[in-house]
């Protein structure tokens, strides 16, 4: 679903910070070996997560759900010197793919790739974290939450990807589509949860940002 034309996304593009030559060629690679390449973050989005970690300049990234690394690599602009940014990925074919641009990049000694289930592996970590990116199986994003938390300080900001979900959020709901039921009770819960300021901003899909206070 566009939520605005294709031609007013084009002069959005057009007049928007310019996509860097690297992520051009994943972006590029992604469609070409890839299945359901449409998942990439792409040029708008990724320069916006770029400009958010910008300001924050945060030393520690979680980002749940790395896929080829288009948002990982935004991300990581943000870092300061010393930062580090942890992402994580179910599908271990993709690793490689994220590897190789990571290192053709100027952060790639600050990237650092999990492959696995993110609810298992993030009780694990021992890192607090200034910005968290969540962009993965949609019917775990409160779980996604709940696991954050403790990894989280007042300050910290959390993204969360895909709560518009293509417009579904303001339509009936089908009983058998868990996952749009999923982000309704998500957006619910970051509107009212005291622990959190949110705002919605209707990037691509529907981007949140909610900062811990």
């Not at 190789?100 to 993110?118: E, L, N």
């Not at 969360?160 to 749009?180: C, F, M, Q, R, Y």
Request: charge should be neutral; hydrophobic fraction near 40%; proline fraction near 4%.
């Amino acid at each position: 679903m566009h939520f605005l034309s294709e031609t007013l996304e084009e002069y959005i593009d057009a007049h928007s910070e310019e996509e860097p030559q690297l992520l051009k060629q994943l972006a590029r690679e992604t469609h070409l070996k890839v299945v359901r390449p449409r998942m990439i973050t792409g040029h708008y989005q990724g320069r916006v997560l770029s400009f958010l970690s910008k300001i924050i300049a945060p030393k520690t990234i979680l980002e749940i759900g790395t896929y080829t690394g288009y948002s990982a690599l935004c991300l990581a602009e943000g870092l300061t010197s010393d930062g580090t940014l942890h992402t994580i990925e179910v599908n271990e074919e993709l690793t490689k793919m994220q590897r190789k641009y990571f290192d053709r990049s100027p952060y790639g000694q600050q990237i650092v790739q999990h492959i696995g289930d993110a609810l298992k592996i993030i009780p694990k970590m021992e890192e607090v974290f200034d910005l968290v990116f969540i962009d993965a199986e949609k019917k775990s994003y409160n779980e996604y939450l709940n696991i954050v938390m403790p990894k989280v300080r007042p300050g910290s900001i959390i993204l969360s990807d895909n709560v518009l979900w293509s417009g579904k959020v303001i339509e009936p709901l089908v009983k058998s589509d868990k996952a749009t039921k999923a982000l309704l009770e998500y957006n619910k819960r970051l509107k009212e949860d005291a622990r959190f300021e949110t705002v919605i901003l209707p990037v691509r899909d529907g981007l949140t940002l909610s900062r811990v206070r």
